[in-house]
């Protein structure tokens, strides 16, 4: 059992190129989220899905876009990288929100 | 806006003590609270959760007291172990879809 499985782990990219970071969950979890986490600080939520279809904005949305075609894929993508994109990216799944949520192992995303 | 936050940044105790972490949290609609603990390099792991109508629950050497009225959080751990030694953080959910996190705390065991 994989459970959550985030790629690529490294990634470094330019200011002003794209890219989509990687989620997939074999659980049949129904709600998914992303959250980002800058040194030394808690866990921001950027967007999250109740459900495959249905996707909503976060705490800290600007700048990335996701979609759920899929009960176990939930990627999100840059879309114009950023210096203060530069982060932890992190891959959240659970039943339900209110619920423990498993989470990936990250992806350490540098963009010069 | 609502925030969880942390008394401690960095928590120093010595091998087979007790540890508490403490949180503070500012939404009295919060229904829902986590801990989490985050080892170097690694994603947030669940330690134990509850919900707003229960005080305490216990896991296994881990507790977690839940204080309504000041809006408080705290994870006991009994015997504090080396493989203890992690950043521990506490989450809550307003009975929305979103989960809050705090700033963590570094627990830190002495051998």
Redesign the interface.
Known sequence: NAG?TQTPKFQVLKTGQSMTLQCAQDMNHE?M?W?RQDP??????IH?S?GAGIT?Q??VPNGYNVSRSTTEDFPLRLLSAAPSQTSVY?C?SSYG??????????TRLSIL | GES?GLHLPTLSVQEGDNSIINCAYSNSAS??F?WYKQES??????II?I?SNMDKRQGQRVTVLLNKTVKHLSLQIAATQPGDSAVY?C?E?N??????????TRLMVKP
């Open positions: 959550v709600y989220s959250y030394g600080m808690g866990l921001r939520l999250y109740v909503d976060g705490e992190f959240a929100p209110t619920g423990p949520q498993h989470f990936g192992d990250g | 969880v229904d829902y986590i390099g690694k994603g947030p792991q669940f959760d919900r953080f989450a959910n009975a929305g879809n979103m989960l809050t996190f705090g700033g963590g």
